[in-house]
């Protein structure tokens, strides 16, 4: 049996928490996630997304905690993506004449998800749904991340449901930011969400978060489709956005590298030097020991992304080569980069380095630093050296 968990009166946590997965949209979730689904209970009552389907009885048995779940009036689904509906059909075939509500593209979708053509009552944003009690408001949020997804907004409660903005994966048994002892653990995971999933977004937030200001939705309570709900620390999760989705980031250079024979991390150590002597903050990733999900989110803090690889093939590094690929996607703003690398005769990946920060939006601020075969003393202080001009650049 498992239990709901209230969050207001009449407002209840009814999700599935999933411990053991570790790789979620292709980036690893080494603390596993939750499906936040929410019960919201007034004269009427409605379910605010469901879960992952395997993960149906979790949530069937919460909800069974609080009342019949056949007597749920509304399914509302904020987001089409089958993390938060895929237990829709099962739902719907227990209750069968719970009305979903949906934006106009959501229920385009859900046809093409499921092949049911379930009626949807379509929602934009500024329209409200009355439970008698409780008023829903709806915000639509295209792009945030999906062009279906929106946000649920309860009038009387102050309580923002979120869907993807704001989430996390992180499995804990506390449901709260100020139960669970682990803020730092929970914010880290809420950057690595925003930078592996909303960062090619990041345009789109600022205008959400104006909008839902500008609709005088006061907010005492977060609660994402993922994660910690937010209730203590809702200023520290929003300026966060607001620095993320505008390119703020720490005084802070990113080394990058992989390494066939140790040449090119013997650059990469000497880079480092050259900024500690400049006292700048600077960190070493060396790819193949560390994934590219959690790659980026020190990507998305730090102002220049320094990126090493050998040439093979006459090209990129294969680590190295998927780190970039991914990164062009995700198009991060105001970055500044430098290449480097060793090799053997072509020399080719420092080019081709180059070419792919440049793809993805990041302004590429030296030419390259390449050595052949194994660095000696000269190539070590040309390394240094350049170690000290990146630092240069951080005031630039």
């Avoid at 904020?78 to 719907?92: C, F, R, T, W, Y």
């Amino acid at each position: 049996m498992y239990e709901a968990t209230e969050i207001k009166r009449g407002v209840f946590w009814v999700g599935a928490i999933d411990w053991n997965i570790r790789e979620f949209h292709g980036y690893t979730t080494n603390r596993g996630t939750t499906y936040n689904a929410y019960l919201v209970k007034g004269e009427k009552t409605a379910l605010v997304d469901t879960v992952k389907a395997g993960f149906f009885p979790e949530m069937i048995s919460r909800i069974k905690s609080i009342q019949d779940p056949e007597k749920i009036d509304y399914l509302i689904v904020n987001h089409l993506e089958m993390d938060h509906s895929g237990a829709l059909p099962l739902i719907k075939e227990l209750v069968p004449n719970a009305q979903i509500v949906a934006t106009d593209y959501c229920s385009k979708g859900l046809v093409k998800h499921f092949q049911h053509d379930w009626p949807v009552q379509k929602v934009k944003t500024g329209h409200e749904l009355s439970l008698g009690g409780k008023t829903l408001k709806f915000l639509e949020a295209y792009m945030l991340h999906w062009p279906d997804s929106m946000f649920t907004y309860l009038v009387e409660d102050s309580i923002l449901l979120s869907n993807d903005g704001f989430g996390q994966h992180y499995a804990g048994f506390h449901r709260f930011d100020d139960e669970d002892g682990h803020f730092e653990a929970i914010m880290d995971e809420a950057a690595k969400y925003f930078a592996n999933i909303l960062m090619p977004l990041a345009p789109l937030i600022p205008p959400i978060l104006k909008k839902v200001e500008k609709m005088r939705m006061p907010i005492e309570i977060i609660a994402p489709s993922h994660g910690i709900i937010w209730r203590a620390h809702i200023d520290k999760i929003i300026n966060s956005y607001v620095e993320w989705s505008t390119g703020v980031a720490r005084d802070q250079v990113l080394i990058i590298y992989d390494t066939m024979w140790g040449s090119t991390e013997i650059m990469a150590k000497a880079i480092s030097n050259g900024l500690c002597k400049a006292s700048v903050e600077n960190k070493l990733v060396r790819l193949r020991q560390n994934h590219y999900s959690d790659i980026v989110k020190e990507i998305l803090v730090s102002k220049i992304i320094v990126i090493g690889s050998p040439t093979i093939n006459e090209g990129i590094f294969p680590s190295v080569a998927q780190l970039l690929s991914y990164l062009k996607g995700l198009h991060p703003l105001k970055k500044k980069g430098v290449a480097f690398g060793s090799y053997g005769w072509g020399g080719e990946a420092i080019e081709a380095i180059n070419s792919e920060m440049k793809a993805g939006g990041i302004e590429v601020i030296e030419p390259g630093l390449g050595v052949v075969y194994v660095p000696m003393n000269q190539d070590i202080e040309a390394c240094f050296q350049l170690g000290e001009r990146i630092a240069a650049h951080l005031n630039d």
